[in-house]
């Protein structure tokens, strides 16, 4: 065997690794990407649920609180961005979910100014029912972000980085809190 003859089978046999390696990379990025997916859909079930919540519990909040319009009327707008995002970008739908919980977090500040209000029924069911769901977001959040994680950890180290950017594949968005009343202690009073 020549010198040339080698050297063409070395050559095949790296190219034949590379083509290995490429094709192993981007199916682990499609596999992570698909798994990020996946966990924001099970969290969509339950962000579904919070949607029909919202204005059963805007309702009975509004006639207690008539002269708070404004914020009423900006839960139901965020609601409905919300509800209304376009679940195939990822990245709009989790912005959208954080205006929504910023403005469910004023509607429970309005309600704490209304002693007849936090009495009510209604709206104690319906609180403990968004509570729930609440409850059930965070659980799948959990799990977005891990899945978030691990997908960014791929598409950023090297070298599965060189395939991310050859193949169009990018960061996804965190699902965390934007509200910082949300990050301040819980003051329990007696």
């Known amino acids: 065997m020549t010198t040339g003859a080698i050297i063409g089978i070395v050559a095949g046999v790296i190219v034949v ?12 990025l499609i596999q992570k990407k698909m798994t990020v997916e996946e966990a924001f859909s099970g969290m969509d079930v339950y962000l579904k649920k919070r949607y029909d919540l919202i204005p059963n519990l805007v309702n009975t909040v509004k006639g207690y ?11 139901i707008s965020a609601r409905n ?20 919980d910023s403005a469910v977090s004023r509607l429970f500040a309005i309600a ?3 002693p007849n209000l936090k009495a009510d029924t209604q709206f104690l069911n319906l609180q403990g029912e968004l509570r729930s769901v ?22 950023a180290m090297f070298p599965s980085s060189i395939v991310a950017g050859m193949t169009g594949h990018k960061k996804a968005a965190f699902f965390e809190v934007s509200d910082d009343t949300q990050r301040e202690n819980v003051e329990v009073k007696f």
Do not use: P
């Open 17 to 28: 690794l590379l083509i290995i390696w490429f094709v192993s990379t981007m199916n682990a």
């Open 65 to 75: 609180a008539e002269h708070e319009r404004e914020t009423l009327d900006s839960v």
């Open 134 to 155: 609440e409850n059930d977001i965070a659980q799948s959040r959990k799990y977005y972000n891990g899945a978030v994680k691990q997908y960014n950890v791929k598409v």
């Open 81 to 100: 961005n919300a509800a209304s995002a376009n679940r195939g970008d990822i990245n709009a739908a989790v912005e959208s979910e954080k205006t929504l």
């Open 112 to 114: 704490e100014n209304y």
